[in-house]
């Protein structure tokens, strides 16, 4: 990457995967002199992936967590309490080891006997590891890019479907406004990090209490850039702006309402929610059923809703995007 940069003379870097920022991050040295990398440094990106760490400067920024206990290392007994089942079990990073990167993934599990058998099945680098009570509501995400000391953009949305359905990466999602309570703690929590560049504090609202739960912070772009794009804030050039030495700009508002789906990724949930049964998946009483999802999934508001990669002024991602995906089902 070091050298790329230097033979296309490059202003700056951008890591996009979670291993990717790590590698990079880690190794800034070898970067050309000049070359900007619009990021917290490595250790602060390295304090902000502790979901461990996250969760106790969370609580000390007033924005709540799930019911979490904490098993320290591989072998530690297991948690029995009935009431963190059902629950999900994180790793403390997403991507654990030093020689070789290994992506970790966020575990559904229904009871103790489950959760002892995914343990067991974890690298030890995956510890701490931790086991949080299922909030039930949406997800929800609060994206704050900063430089110099200051908050250069905002943006907020709410995940609509997902891909696993009972929670994993977003497929659909629409923007929405900011909760004035939820954004004084997600900067409280970015200011104890002392962070720099895009977050992304990913949350759930609580459907019975209306409370704000925090997960995770992702220090990176996520994957759902395109519809903070689509809703008026350009993150990428406000950051780039903001590293290559522009002065201060009003921080931009957002259209809310507006929705973006990922085409292959809403697919995907379709198929999974059309074989299997809402208990089998682990989904509340109240999600929709089979031939409600393939009404939703079939239903498009046309100026309201985009489609995330296919674009008609540039349709050659999604083309690659679609020969991929069909080999991968062949």
Same mark, same amino acid.
């Given at each position: 990457?070091?050298? /790329?940069?230097?033979?296309?003379?490059?202003?700056?870097?951008?890591?996009?995967?979670?291993?990717?920022?790590?590698?990079?991050?880690?190794?800034?040295?070898? /970067?050309?002199?000049?070359?900007? $990398?619009?990021?917290? %440094?490595?250790?602060? +990106?390295?304090?902000?992936?502790?979901?461990?760490?996250?969760?106790?400067?969370?609580?000390?920024?007033?924005?709540?967590? #799930?019911?979490?206990? @904490?098993?320290?290392?591989?072998?530690? *007994?297991? *948690?029995?309490?009935?009431?963190?089942?059902?629950?999900?079990?994180?790793?403390?990073?997403?991507?654990?080891?030093?020689?070789?990167?290994?992506?970790? &993934?966020?575990?559904? =599990?229904?009871?103790?006997?489950?959760?002892?058998?995914? $343990?067991?099945?974890?690298?030890?680098?995956?510890?701490?590891?931790?086991?949080?009570?299922?909030?039930?509501? #949406?997800?929800?995400?609060?994206?704050?890019?900063?430089?110099?000391?200051?908050?250069?953009?905002?943006?907020?949305?709410?995940?609509?479907?997902?891909?696993?359905?009972?929670?994993?990466?977003? =497929? +659909?999602?629409?923007?929405?406004?900011?909760?004035?309570?939820?954004?004084?703690?997600?900067?409280?929590? /970015?200011?104890? /990090?002392?962070?720099?560049?895009?977050?992304?504090?990913? &949350?759930?609202?609580?459907?019975?209490?209306?409370?704000?739960? =925090?997960?995770?912070?992702?220090?990176?772009?996520?994957?759902?850039?395109?519809?903070?794009?689509?809703?008026?804030?350009? @993150?990428?050039?406000? $950051?780039?702006?903001?590293?290559?030495?522009?002065? %201060?700009?009003?921080?931009? %508002?957002?259209?809310?309402?507006?929705?973006?789906?990922?085409?292959?990724?809403?697919?995907?949930?379709?198929?999974?929610?059309?074989?299997?049964?809402?208990?089998?998946?682990?989904?509340?009483?109240?999600?929709?059923?089979?031939?409600?999802? $393939?009404?939703? !999934?079939?239903?498009?508001? !046309?100026?309201?809703?985009?489609?995330?990669?296919?674009?008609?002024?540039?349709?050659? %991602?999604?083309?690659?995007?679609?020969?991929?995906?069909?080999?991968? @089902?062949?």
């Amino acid at each position: 990457m070091a050298a /790329l940069a230097a033979t296309t003379d490059a202003v700056a870097v951008i890591p996009i995967t979670d291993a990717s920022a790590e590698s990079v991050l880690g190794h800034a040295e070898f /970067l050309p002199a000049g070359v900007r $990398l619009p990021f917290a %440094p490595y250790a602060t +990106y390295r304090a902000a992936s502790d979901k461990v760490h996250v969760h106790r400067l969370a609580l000390e920024s007033g924005i709540g967590i #799930p019911d979490t206990a @904490v098993i320290e290392r591989k072998g530690d *007994p297991v *948690p029995d309490e009935a009431r963190f089942f059902p629950g999900f079990l994180k790793p403390h990073r997403s991507v654990v080891g030093r020689q070789e990167r290994v992506k970790t &993934g966020v575990k559904l =599990v229904h009871d103790h006997a489950a959760c002892a058998a995914v $343990l067991a099945a974890l690298p030890p680098d995956a510890f701490p590891v931790l086991l949080q009570r299922r909030v039930h509501g #949406p997800g929800e995400g609060v994206f704050l890019a900063r430089w110099g000391g200051r908050t250069i953009a905002r943006f907020a949305h709410r995940r609509l479907r997902e891909k696993p359905p009972a929670g994993g990466v977003s =497929v +659909y999602r629409e923007s929405i406004p900011l909760d004035p309570a939820v954004l004084t703690g997600c900067e409280r929590l /970015l200011d104890a /990090l002392e962070w720099q560049g895009v977050a992304m504090v990913e &949350g759930k609202r609580d459907r019975e209490t209306g409370a704000w739960r =925090v997960m995770e912070i992702n220090g990176r772009f996520w994957g759902s850039l395109q519809l903070a794009i689509d809703a008026g804030v350009d @993150v990428p050039a406000l $950051l780039m702006r903001a590293v290559l030495g522009g002065g %201060p700009e009003p921080i931009p %508002p957002w259209e809310t309402g507006v929705r973006l789906r990922w085409e292959l990724g809403d697919l995907d949930h379709l198929l999974i929610r059309l074989r299997r049964s809402r208990q089998a998946l682990g989904l509340d009483a109240e999600a929709p059923g089979r031939l409600a999802t $393939l009404g939703t !999934f079939l239903t498009h508001r !046309f100026g309201r809703d985009r489609l995330e990669v296919l674009r008609l002024s540039d349709p050659l %991602p999604f083309v690659v995007e679609l020969l991929s995906y069909a080999r991968l @089902v062949r």
